[in-house]
């Protein structure tokens, strides 16, 4: 994989249902994989800026465990308030059983 990409984690690494929060260009990321593929979006929550890496994966949204928003994870749309704004959402390749991320400017949908 050619650059913007870099490698942040094997697929093997991150079971089904679950994810991992990487650091890439001092930014934290959480790397989900669902049932329906890898995702990659901001650790924080639109709506305090909380930390969505406290939260935990419900199929293919993550959920702040602060005030319960929903987020999905391909689009980053708030699926619950209070959040009412969305996440960003980061490129993600697969090559070579790793997961590559684009850490440039993420995609955050206004």
């Known amino acids: 994989m050619e650059k ?3 490698p942040v984690a094997f697929v093997e690494e991150i079971p089904i249902g679950q994810f991992r929060k990487v650091d890439v260009d001092g930014r934290s990321v ?3 994989r669902t049932a329906n593929g890898v995702f990659a979006v901001e650790d924080l929550c639109s709506h305090e800026d909380y930390p969505l890496s406290y939260g935990c994966l419900d199929g293919d949204r993550i959920k702040c465990s602060l005030h319960g928003s929903r987020f999905n994870l ?3 749309e708030p699926l619950e308030e209070p959040a009412t704004a ?3 959402t980061y490129r993600i390749e697969i090559a070579d059983g790793r997961i590559w991320l684009d ?3 993420p995609d955050k949908r206004s």
Do not use: H, L, R, S
């Open 4 to 6: 913007p990409f870099v």
């Open 86 to 88: 969305p996440i960003a």
């Open 30 to 32: 959480i790397v989900a």
């Open 74 to 76: 391909a689009t980053g």
């Open 103 to 105: 850490p440039t400017v």
